[in-house]
């Protein structure tokens, strides 16, 4: 049965179904959906009929509009529709369901299906996502649309392409959709991070587990410790501690602090050892201090190494660290002595060595300074980092400017999740 | 704390108080038994809608849209925005009310509120939010504190807490309805599962969600129990007819004490803003997740305009409203108190369909002997409900 031109879902659901003798076999209550190639196809009509469901092949139809639906079957021979857990609907399974826009990086609702004709048949080409689909469900489309134009705007189309779209989980009992798993990961983990906050923990969870765990552990960071604890508690240990590893060991400690014991100590277990006792020491400070802000991994050398090595061995340690603007030099009990900028180092003789260009009247915090104490220091004296050193001036770790920006920001700039 | 307790709590907004006071100061201790059969249903409908949250992670909402489509969803919508709208005006009323009890005219306090509101919720954090809400129900106590100082007659108030009285009496029987019908409000379906599926608590926590409930809804009326005992102490021996909360606050001064009069005031001050500040942002929330527009209070009137209009004009307008002199106040409350009326057995409805629905729930369905209970409850509150319909726009019209 060949369709010409476009229909949208909306337009068919309810309409009478009749038979050759233009007898009505009852109304349309759904569509089945097939995989096909290039775009899923539809391959049968459920029509209902006195509370009795029924499955109208797509072969048997003659008529497909959105004005007349006939079939070439009569009524007596029409086969019971046998509900199937593995079929795909229209309007139980898509329509009003939650998909992710990739465009505009966040959640929307489809609002109506397309159809349109492709080689005889009848193939899923769009989503409907905006405001016309709700009013065309509604039946308003033309009303509405004339408001509008009094106000002098256009009613827009909004749709997805079919080619995006995705199911998410086909086990979840409500399917959501998304855009396919690599266009996602290409999103800002930022925007990531907003979408999962949008959907519920469970889709949340199937959603981060198509991620790669790079780009998991930033999208991660960016979102609030209720949620980041929700989401880690869905995920499997392997994979979470796969997650935690790859983000900075001061992030990954906010993490695991807010996961329950028996997760943490888990996760912690595989985690490799190193990293695992760097987060390990952070977990023992208060969340608002400078022990509870701090990082371990910083760059720090001995007073006696020369300028042209020290940049020879920043090469290679700056890889591996976060926040690279300031060498610490410490003395070999590893106390604090002195610290050079990074400017400074690069500017420096090659063959000095680096106790005698660093600056030794050093600006410092203990661990358990208010938050407020350190970002005040930050900003007194125009530092990006700040060193956290304990009485005997050990070097415990260093506070980062974007670790303490958030105090001071409006907080429509901070990444924050709806919570009321 | 938990979201229980906090629903709880925004639950005894302005138009809560004003109907106990009343009740109060008109029957004294006589309707007190009534709050014991509201707190079971109270707890029935809360502990549904909790565990739909725990279950699905879905707001109510959503699962409204996700399994009846778009049309039912979108009246829904349309009839929960003007029932909020209306209770935002109640707020602002309350406000207003306690404000002028202080000697603070209207026309500053209200701007002024208005303006607090809009720049917590654009402006401040979650953290500041949330210190609010937890002094905010430290605040309540005030009712209780004003109780006992009224000195009650503990003997009598156990007795009618107790045992039923039924009058055969018009009033009698729309305040028992009216105490019933601002206990148990549309929103607060939709507020608490979305607040729970926003903590994202899990299936293996519920026992203590179900406790939250069970302590929030035992608080509600709590605070409702001190509030009728305060002014059936102090005022219905006297037979002073108070109206409304702010009457009942003044009308306490000569007889309780300054401190009972102040406290009765403050409280209702913090309840209305309380109030003020949520109402309107849970709608616009719950508005644009059902529609599938974007919503957040990070974002701009560009990225979110949806959002942001139903956000601003519920705030705008009510606050226009309550300025406007003789605004028809009442006549507007008890309009959207019959649209929440009709609207509450929709809700409950919608609610008890989606609980029992294997394919969502799993096995967390309803047993069948709550289930009796849960259709039980919900058939006496919408005959209950359309008594009240009834009776409001026959009584005050």
Same mark, same amino acid.
């Given at each position: 049965?060949?369709?010409? %031109?476009?229909?949208?879902?909306?337009?068919?659901?309810?309409?009478?179904?009749?038979?050759?003798?233009?007898?009505?076999?009852?109304?349309?209550?759904?569509?089945?959906?097939?995989?096909?190639?290039?775009?899923?196809?539809?391959?049968?009509?459920?029509?209902?009929?006195? &509370?009795?469901?029924?499955?109208?092949?797509?072969?048997?139809?003659?008529?497909?509009? /959105?004005?007349?639906?006939?079939?070439?079957?009569? $009524?007596?021979?029409?086969?019971?529709?046998?509900?199937?857990?593995?079929?795909?609907?229209?309007?139980?399974?898509?329509?009003?369901?939650?998909?992710?826009?990739?465009?505009?990086?966040?959640?929307?609702?489809?609002?109506?299906? /397309?159809?349109? %004709?492709?080689?005889?048949?009848?193939?899923?080409?769009?989503?409907?996502?905006?405001?016309?689909?709700?009013?065309?469900?509604?039946?308003?489309?033309?009303?509405?649309?004339?408001?509008?134009?009094?106000?002098?705007?256009?009613?827009?189309?909004?749709?997805?392409?079919?080619?995006?779209?995705?199911?998410?989980?086909?086990?979840?009992?409500?399917?959501?959709?998304?855009?396919?798993?690599?266009?996602?990961?290409?999103?800002?983990? $930022?925007?990531?991070?907003?979408?999962?906050?949008?959907?519920?923990?469970?889709?949340?969870?199937?959603?981060?587990?198509?991620?790669?765990?790079?780009?998991?552990?930033?999208?991660?960071?960016?979102?609030?410790?209720?949620?980041?604890? $929700?989401? #880690?508690?869905?995920?499997? &240990?392997?994979?979470?501690?796969?997650?935690?590893?790859?983000?900075?060991?001061?992030?990954?400690?906010?993490? #695991?602090?807010?996961?329950?014991?028996?997760?943490?100590?888990?996760?912690?277990?595989?985690?490799?050892?190193?990293?695992?006792?760097? #987060?390990?020491?952070?977990?023992?400070?208060?969340?608002?201090?400078?022990?509870?802000?701090?990082?371990?991994?910083?760059?720090?050398?001995?007073?006696?190494?020369?300028?042209?090595?020290?940049?020879?061995?920043?090469?290679?340690?700056?890889?591996?660290?976060?926040?690279?603007?300031?060498?610490?030099?410490?003395?070999?009990?590893?106390?604090?002595?002195?610290?050079?900028?990074?400017?400074?180092?690069?500017?420096?003789?090659?063959?000095?060595?680096?106790?005698?260009?660093?600056?030794?009247?050093?600006?410092?915090?203990?661990?358990?300074?208010?938050?407020?104490?350190?970002?005040?220091?930050?900003?007194?004296?125009?530092?990006?980092?700040?060193?956290?050193?304990?009485?005997?001036?050990?070097?415990?770790?260093?506070?980062?400017?974007?670790?303490?920006?958030?105090?001071?920001?409006?907080? $429509?700039?901070?990444? &924050?999740?709806?919570?009321? | 704390?938990?979201?229980?307790?906090?629903?709880?709590?925004?639950?005894?907004?302005?138009?809560?108080?004003?109907?106990?006071?009343?009740?109060?100061?008109?029957?004294?201790?006589?309707?007190?038994?009534?709050?014991?059969?509201?707190?079971?249903?109270?707890?029935v409908v809360?502990e549904m809608?909790?565990r739909?949250?725990?279950?699905?992670?879905?707001?109510?909402?959503?699962?409204?849209?996700?399994?009846?489509?778009?049309?039912?969803?979108?009246?829904?919508?349309?009839?929960?925005?003007?029932?909020?709208?209306?209770?935002?005006?109640?707020?602002?009323?309350?406000?207003?009310?306690?404000?002028?009890?202080?000697?603070?005219?209207?026309?500053?306090?209200?701007?002024?509120?208005?303006?607090?509101?809009?720049?917590?919720?654009?402006?401040?954090?979650?953290?500041?939010?949330?210190?609010?809400?937890?002094?905010?129900?430290?605040?309540?106590?005030?009712?209780?504190?004003?109780?006992?100082?009224?000195?009650? *007659?503990?003997?009598?108030?156990?007795?009618?807490?107790? @045992?039923?009285?039924?009058?055969?009496?018009?009033?009698?029987?729309?305040?028992?309805?009216?105490?019933?019908?601002?206990?148990?409000?549309?929103?607060?379906?939709?507020?608490?599962? =979305?607040?729970?599926?926003?903590?994202?608590?899990?299936?293996?926590?519920?026992?203590?969600?179900?406790? *939250?409930?069970?302590?929030?809804?035992?608080?509600?009326?709590?605070?409702?129990?001190?509030?009728?005992?305060?002014?059936?102490?102090?005022?219905?021996?006297?037979?002073?007819?108070?109206?409304?909360?702010?009457?009942?606050?003044?009308?306490?001064?000569?007889?309780?004490?300054?401190?009972?009069?102040?406290?009765?005031?403050? =409280?209702?001050?913090?309840?209305?803003?309380?109030?003020?500040?949520? @109402?309107?942002?849970?709608?616009?929330?719950?508005?644009?997740?059902?529609?599938?527009?974007?919503?957040? @209070?990070?974002?701009?009137?560009?990225?979110?305009?949806?959002?942001?209009?139903?956000?601003? @004009?519920?705030?705008?307008?009510?606050?226009?409203?309550?300025?406007?002199?003789?605004?028809?106040?009442?006549?507007?409350?008890?309009?959207? =108190?019959?649209?929440?009326?009709?609207?509450?057995?929709?809700?409950?409805?919608?609610a008890l369909s989606l609980v029992n629905n294997r394919?969502i729930m799993g096995e967390h369905i309803n047993p069948k002997s709550y289930n009796y209970i849960s259709w039980g409850t919900v058939v006496?509150?919408?005959?209950?409900?359309?008594?009240?319909?009834?009776?409001?726009?026959?009584?005050?019209?």
């Amino acid at each position: 049965m060949p369709l010409f %031109g476009e229909l949208f879902v909306s337009e068919l659901i309810k309409k009478p179904v009749l038979d050759p003798s233009g007898e009505e076999l009852g109304f349309v209550r759904d569509f089945i959906v097939v995989r096909g190639e290039p775009l899923p196809r539809l391959s049968a009509l459920i029509i209902e009929k006195k &509370k009795v469901q029924y499955r109208l092949n797509w072969e048997d139809l003659s008529i497909f509009n /959105k004005r007349i639906i006939s079939s070439s079957v009569r $009524a007596g021979s029409l086969k019971p529709y046998v509900f199937s857990e593995d079929d795909l609907l229209i309007s139980r399974d898509i329509l009003d369901k939650q998909i992710v826009d990739a465009n505009g990086a966040k959640v929307v609702r489809v609002n109506d299906v /397309k159809l349109e %004709g492709f080689d005889g048949d009848a193939c899923l080409i769009a989503v409907d996502v905006g405001m016309r689909g709700i009013l065309r469900r509604l039946g308003i489309e033309h009303r509405g649309e004339n408001l509008f134009r009094i106000f002098g705007k256009k009613l827009s189309q909004n749709l997805i392409s079919w080619n995006y779209i995705q199911p998410l989980e086909p086990k979840l009992t409500t399917i959501s959709l998304t855009v396919p798993r690599q266009m996602l990961s290409e999103l800002h983990p $930022a925007d990531i991070a907003e979408i999962i906050s949008q959907v519920s923990h469970l889709e949340g969870a199937a959603l981060f587990k198509g991620l790669d765990p790079e780009t998991a552990a930033e999208a991660l960071h960016e979102l609030e410790p209720d949620v980041q604890a $929700a989401i #880690i508690g869905r995920i499997d &240990k392997e994979q979470a501690s796969d997650i935690i590893e790859r983000m900075p060991p001061d992030e990954a400690a906010d993490v #695991i602090a807010d996961l329950p014991a028996e997760k943490a100590k888990e996760i912690l277990e595989l985690i490799e050892k190193e990293e695992a006792e760097d #987060i390990q020491e952070l977990l023992g400070h208060e969340e608002d201090t400078s022990g509870g802000l701090m990082t371990n991994e910083y760059i720090a050398y001995a007073p006696g190494l020369r300028v042209s090595e020290a940049i020879e061995r920043f090469r290679e340690d700056a890889r591996e660290v976060e926040t690279v603007y300031y060498i610490y030099i410490v003395d070999v009990e590893e106390k604090l002595i002195g610290v050079i900028s990074l400017r400074e180092l690069l500017l420096a003789p090659p063959d000095a060595p680096l106790s005698e260009i660093m600056e030794t009247k050093l600006k410092t915090v203990a661990p358990e300074s208010d938050q407020r104490v350190v970002a005040e220091m930050l900003s007194k004296y125009n530092l990006l980092a700040i060193p956290v050193i304990d009485p005997e001036n050990f070097l415990l770790g260093i506070v980062t400017i974007d670790d303490v920006i958030d105090i001071f920001l409006p907080p $429509a700039a901070r990444k &924050k999740r709806r919570r009321v | 704390m938990g979201p229980g307790i906090i629903t709880a709590n925004l639950d005894n907004d302005a138009s809560g108080i004003a109907t106990y006071s009343v009740a109060g100061a008109r029957f004294g201790y006589s309707l007190l038994w009534i709050l014991i059969p509201t707190t079971v249903a109270l707890v029935v409908v809360q502990e549904m809608v909790a565990r739909m949250g725990v279950i699905t992670g879905k707001g109510l909402s959503d699962l409204i849209r996700e399994n009846y489509g778009v049309r039912p969803t979108f009246y829904m919508m349309l009839a929960l925005l003007f029932a909020n709208f209306g209770t935002t005006v109640a707020n602002f009323a309350g406000w207003a009310a306690s404000m002028e009890i202080f000697g603070l005219s209207k026309y500053i306090m209200v701007p002024f509120g208005a303006v607090f509101i809009w720049l917590l919720v654009t402006r401040g954090s979650y953290r500041l939010l949330e210190r609010i809400l937890l002094v905010a129900c430290l605040l309540y106590l005030g009712y209780i504190i004003s109780g006992v100082l009224s000195k009650p *007659d503990w003997a009598q108030v156990a007795y009618n807490t107790i @045992v039923p009285t039924l009058k055969w009496d018009a009033e009698y029987m729309m305040l028992t309805i009216a105490i019933i019908g601002t206990t148990i409000t549309p929103w607060m379906q939709f507020y608490l599962q =979305s607040s729970i599926a926003e903590k994202g608590i899990r299936k293996e926590h519920y026992k203590a969600s179900r406790l *939250d409930v069970i302590i929030g809804c035992s608080i509600t009326d709590i605070i409702a129990f001190f509030i009728i005992v305060t002014c059936a102490t102090t005022l219905f021996p006297y037979g002073i007819r108070v109206n409304e909360a702010h009457e009942a606050a003044i009308a306490l001064k000569p007889l309780a004490g300054q401190y009972a009069s102040g406290l009765f005031a403050v =409280s209702l001050a913090n309840a209305s803003i309380l109030g003020a500040i949520i @109402v309107p942002l849970a709608t616009a929330y719950y508005v644009c997740e059902a529609m599938g527009w974007e919503a957040g @209070v990070n974002k701009t009137f560009k990225e979110a305009p949806q959002f942001m209009w139903i956000y601003t @004009v519920l705030i705008v307008f009510s606050c226009v409203l309550v300025l406007i002199p003789g605004a028809p106040l009442i006549l507007f409350m008890i309009l959207s =108190s019959v649209v929440n009326g009709i609207l509450l057995p929709f809700v409950l409805v919608f609610a008890l369909s989606l609980v029992n629905n294997r394919a969502i729930m799993g096995e967390h369905i309803n047993p069948k002997s709550y289930n009796y209970i849960s259709w039980g409850t919900v058939v006496v509150l919408i005959a209950l409900t359309a008594v009240f319909l009834v009776m409001t726009v026959a009584w005050k019209t």
